[in-house]
């Protein structure tokens, strides 16, 4: 299993970016300042975009594992690989995400905690109401973990 830094032509990753935000102008605010990792096990299974926010936080924007290859593994392996890079660099990791079953209990089994919330947030910034499990995305959830 490797990780690597995808410097050029991050867009190559496009479907895989596409399965945790599905609005690519969306993408496109965060993708060229960020720094993008893959994890390739046989192939690529899943990514991951961190970004500077400044004051010592680093965010992760986006990360994703191949439908097929999820519940493996490789996303915790992706957060505990960041997680151990940019230690000593930033105090806290975040990341931010709809209120969802499917993403919250992962959060918080990679040592995440629930930190606070932007209102509106997927109202706001998407062109069309997204759903997950069924339930309408309204608000952001914001989760840290210490570096
Ligand atoms: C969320 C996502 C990145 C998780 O990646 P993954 O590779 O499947 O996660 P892992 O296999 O590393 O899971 C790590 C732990 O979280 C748990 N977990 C993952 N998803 C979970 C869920 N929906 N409910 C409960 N636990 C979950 C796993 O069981 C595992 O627990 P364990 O360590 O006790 O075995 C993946 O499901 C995905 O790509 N989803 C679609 C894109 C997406 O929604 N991205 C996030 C946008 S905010």
Do not use: W
């Not at 899943?46 to 924007?61: A, F, H, N, P, R």
């Not at 992706?78 to 660099?89: H, M, Q, S, T, W």
């Not at 930190?115 to 069924?134: L, M, Q, R, T, V």
């Amino acid at each position: 299993m490797k990780i690597k830094e995808i410097k050029e032509n991050k867009k190559q990753f496009l479907p895989l970016l596409l399965l945790a935000d599905e609005q690519e102008d969306m993408i496109d605010r965060y993708l060229n300042r960020g720094t993008m990792y893959v994890l390739d096990d046989g192939g690529v299974k899943s990514e991951c975009v961190v970004t500077d926010e400044g004051g010592g936080v680093l965010e992760i924007k986006n990360i994703s594992t191949e439908p097929e290859y999820q519940g493996k593994g490789y996303g915790k392996v992706l957060i505990d690989f960041v997680a151990a890079k940019y230690k000593g660099r930033y105090s806290i990791l975040q990341v931010g995400t709809g209120d969802s079953p499917l993403t919250i209990p992962f959060y918080e089994k990679c040592g995440f905690i629930r930190s606070y919330s932007i209102k509106n947030f997927f109202i706001d910034n998407y062109d069309h109401p997204i759903y997950e499990a069924g339930m309408q995305l309204i608000d952001m959830i914001m989760l840290q973990r210490k570096l």
